[in-house]
């Protein structure tokens, strides 16, 4: 398997670059793509692609110097160009570049899988092996089960999955640097997308998703990074891939708000909470962000005052007492969270509506 990187800043165009390499039946996987250069070559130099195809008319860069810089950094990856403008100094600058084949907008799909298929051709058949760990776990690990189980959004099969594949992967690369673990988190979340896109997740959604673990996949450098990264990366794709349901973010978000309700006088953090509903502390904290635009000890914060005000008019419980009766473990720390949510101390409180 063969792993090829597209840049195209319409999307219309990366769409139509995507499914014909996906219908092409050629050995190759999507890993990865880019709206602009930059991002094309950020993408390279973690992922190392096999084959990239670039477009000549990205917005920061044009498509050649793209090329040029990805055969520098990657003297074994072949490029092929599309474009929508040619001409001799165009074509003259291509063939010095070397890159695989340039192709004219409008082109026809057969035209672009035999563009492909033709650098696939040229390519050293040692490629994959100077390539290293990185691509171990197309040889080591079916990913069969991983795709099926994001495709039924089976939760705990992905889980169980992605944490065989890394135990795989550990196994045959022996102590993975930082740069194969990042690539290995690239993979799965495109393909993850991928299988997403497949059983029709809306696009919009997911790119955006999508967009924002790319941007996480940036802080691994440890197995432990990587773990910790894959459970949001698993919830994210849970989560959208169930978004044909709306209802299900929603679920999550009553059983959470429901917890805190019946447990908010004890000592609970966030991890409690996400182990409840079965997200990780990270997603449950963005859905908390994106429905309610407020987070979990803020929830949790104006539930115990709101319960200590009432019982600072209803009963005649100490001052103390209530701030543990509602969860706080230290009565100054109470004073000072009631005063900035209600605008005035306990006590000042307690007289005013007493009085």
Excluded at 59 to 87: F, H, N, W, Y
Excluded at 99 to 112: C, G, I, Q, T, W
Excluded at 312 to 324: G, K, N, P, Q, R
Aim: hydrophobic share 40%; aromatic share 6%; glycine share 8%.
């Amino acid at each position: 398997m063969y792993k090829i990187l597209l840049a195209e800043d319409e999307l219309l165009g990366g769409q139509i670059l995507y499914r014909t390499i996906r219908e092409s039946n050629l050995p190759l996987l999507v890993v990865g793509q880019a709206g602009s250069g930059g991002v094309c070559l950020k993408m390279a130099r973690e992922l190392l692609p096999d084959l990239v195809v670039v477009d000549y008319g990205l917005p920061d860069q044009d498509g050649l110097s793209v090329a040029a810089e990805i055969k520098r950094l990657l003297p074994g990856t072949e490029v092929i160009i599309v474009s929508e403008v040619a001409g001799p100094a165009i074509y003259r600058q291509a063939i010095r570049t070397g890159v695989a084949d340039f192709l004219l907008k409008p082109f026809r799909p057969s035209e672009l899988t035999e563009a492909v298929s033709g650098a696939l051709d040229r390519m050293n058949p040692l490629l994959k092996g100077w390539r290293g760990a990185d691509n171990i776990i197309w040889q080591a690990q079916n990913l069969s089960d991983y795709l099926q189980a994001v495709k039924k959004q089976d939760r705990e099969k992905v889980r169980r999955a992605v944490d065989k594949i890394l135990q795989n992967f550990c196994q045959a690369a022996s102590n993975p640097s930082s740069g194969q673990l990042k690539g290995l988190a690239y993979d799965l979340l495109i393909i993850g997308a991928h299988a997403l896109l497949d059983v029709g997740v809306d696009n919009g959604t997911l790119e955006k998703e999508v967009r924002q673990q790319i941007k996480l996949v940036g802080s691994i450098g440890s197995v432990e990074d990587w773990q910790s990264w894959a459970s949001e990366m698993v919830d994210m794709l849970c989560t959208c891939g169930a978004e044909k349901n709306p209802g299900t973010e929603h679920l999550a978000l009553r059983r959470a708000l429901k917890y805190i309700e019946q447990h908010y006088t004890e000592d609970i953090n966030l991890n409690d909470l996400a182990r409840h509903v079965h997200l990780s502390p990270a997603y449950l904290s963005r859905i908390f962000k994106t429905k309610m635009n407020t987070n979990f000890m803020a929830i949790l914060s104006e539930l115990r005052i709101q319960r200590a005000r009432e019982l600072l008019v209803s009963s005649d419980l100490t001052i103390d007492d209530i701030a543990y009766e509602v969860g706080f473990k230290n009565s100054g720390y109470f004073a000072r969270v009631f005063k900035k949510m209600s605008g005035m101390t306990p006590s000042a409180y307690r007289n005013r509506r007493g009085g």
